[in-house]
């Protein structure tokens, strides 16, 4: 960056981790609480399996704050 005088670069990616994916280096994440049907609740899903289900039925059924500025989780591979 500092060589080609850049202060940012735009790249497109097609990269995703989705249901299936395979974390190698990995035992836990911190995250928000996302949106229904976003990409970033794919990468819960990825990394929670089946459970992300239990994880968001207990976050709204305890009023927790979705988005941004919401309450986040700390997930744990068992």
């Known amino acids: ?41 794919l990468l819960v899903s990825a990394f929670t399996g089946e459970d992300w289900k239990k994880i968001y039925d207990y976050a709204i059924g305890n009023n927790f704050r979705f988005l941004s500025y919401g309450d986040s989780s700390l997930l744990l591979k068992r």
């Open 1 to 41: 960056m500092r060589k080609h005088k850049k202060r940012e670069i735009h790249v497109p990616t097609r990269i995703i981790i989705v249901p299936g994916y395979r974390f190698r280096i990995t035992d836990g994440m911190v995250t928000n609480f996302h949106q229904p049907r976003s990409t970033l609740l």
